[in-house]
């Protein structure tokens, strides 16, 4: 049965295991802690678990128990879900819905951490500010759409590619009637399978890239073949429904009078840097998505000051050694948290973090059984890691894509601030990172706190060079937050949390 809604009120004081996030990594991590013994909270923003990747309709358990059309792992979901719910039911979990973790305190010595809590805006639940204690905590706090800006993104119509995703799996039909798709990474096929799946047109997809970057990595494909099947099984779908798959392509303009009618695409070289005279106009879309992969959502682990490095798609990323724990003692980390890998091995990673967040002083699992199952994890997470980096490779970010950008493209959507502006201030001010920028320009001050701007900030300030020194540091800027999220500010006056602790 799936998991009751708790809300806040219910929270425990302290526990032994804490787990962010009930997404693939997340609910594999609480099934893991709760089942070596642990006393285990597991807190999400969402109201119902499975995360982005196997988000859903609100449906019976009849109707849910099969596999909706464009879900992969789904009998993955369903075990890892009732191994929750048993827990939940054996008094061993507390499992805390449409509640998000506003910030942490590390531990002085021996310590607790303490998590901040407070339900989400549309929850039901009382408003308030809530603290949790735990021995340790297990952060799977997953990703969300890496955005570059480009002109006319700002009209409606245009959404991330894994928002339309999200939308068809929520909603059952694709946002628009005509879709065209855009941007690097195999999950451009993964979107444009999920809108022809639901009854819509792909008029195209528009690769950047040729290709060619999975040469070298062709043999680290190869240990992960249910990437290729599933690979095959989109690009089957695609030519079967003749939709134009243009490589080395992107979008340069979106038109329209007040929404989407348009798109102007155009041919690249191997940098991302526009060929004249190669523009073609698709007419007649009323959706574009962008995909350029994901960013982990790194602002709670930036809150603990733990280590952390660039990943080869130039996203920041959580550094953990062989039993998922970061440079903070007691701290996990599970899933894109640590580099964007896939639902697959984020699982692996979260049994891996949660059985050794609830035993750290434990040599090993006690049963051959259990020696077996890790040693499979840790065998699976290795082969999604390599698979990881060889897709990052051959799907890179266009290191020319400011050639896309005229002066007045809107490149921090929440404050308005044109591309030409930011230029203005970085050059003619001296301004070289983005935290000096934001105070100049207001980009990355709105609403969304830099999570759409920060990418192409730290672009235009650190360089091209995905690994170089400058973009770590820059990457940090844009991530750090006070708060996760942003909390009513009637949050803080109904407080119950401790006076005597710091308040995030």
Known sequence: MPAEKTHPRAQPEAVDVAVVGAGPAGLAAAGAAAAAGASVLLLDASAREGGQYWRHRPEDVAAEAARPAWHHGWSTFLSLRERVDTARRHGRLTHLQSTQVLSIDVPEDAGDFTLHTAATPESQGPAGLRAVHAHTVVLATGAYDRHLPVPGWTLPGVMAAGGIQAFIKTQGVAPGRRVLLAGTGPFLLAAAASVLRSGAEVAAVCESTDLTGWAPGGATAALVPSKGAEGAEYAALLARRRVPYRLRRVVTRILGAGRVEAVATAA?????????????????????????????????????????????????????????????????????????????????????????????????????????????????????????????????????????????????????????????????????????????????????????????????????????????????????????????????????????????
């Not at 050794?356 to 077996?372: H, L, V």
């Not at 005229?406 to 983005?434: F, K, M, Q």
């Open 268 to 504: 690249v070289d191997r940098s991302g840097t526009l060929i004249p005279g190669t523009e073609e106009v698709y007419e007649d879309v009323d959706v574009v998505g962008l995909g350029w992969g994901f960013a982990p959502q790194t602002e709670l682990l930036l809150q603990t000051a733990a280590r952390t490095r660039l990943d080869a798609d130039g996203s920041l990323v959580g550094v953990v050694d062989a039993r998922q724990e970061s440079s903070v003692p007691g701290l996990f980390l599970a899933g894109e948290l640590t580099g964007v890998t896939g639902a697959v091995g984020a699982v692996a990673e979260g049994r891996i973090a949660g059985a050794a967040a609830a035993g750290r002083a434990s040599t090993g699992p006690a049963t051959a059984r259990a020696r077996t199952a890790a040693w499979a994890d840790r065998a699976a997470r290795t082969r999604h890691r390599l698979f990881a980096r060889a897709m990052h490779t051959a799907h890179p970010v266009p290191e020319g894509w400011q050639s896309w950008m005229s002066e007045n493209t809107t490149i921090c959507r929440c404050e308005e601030v044109p591309y030409g502006e930011v230029l203005d201030a970085r050059d003619g001010l001296h301004l070289p990172d983005p935290r000096s920028l934001k105070g100049q320009t207001r980009a990355g001050m709105g609403m969304c706190q830099g999570r759409m701007c920060g990418f192409a900030m730290t672009c235009l300030t650190a360089g091209t060079d995905p690994a170089g020194p400058l973009r770590a540091e820059h990457a940090r800027q844009v991530g750090v937050r006070p708060l996760s999220s942003p909390v009513a500010l009637g949050a803080f006056l109904t407080s119950d949390d401790e006076p005597d602790r710091p308040r995030p």
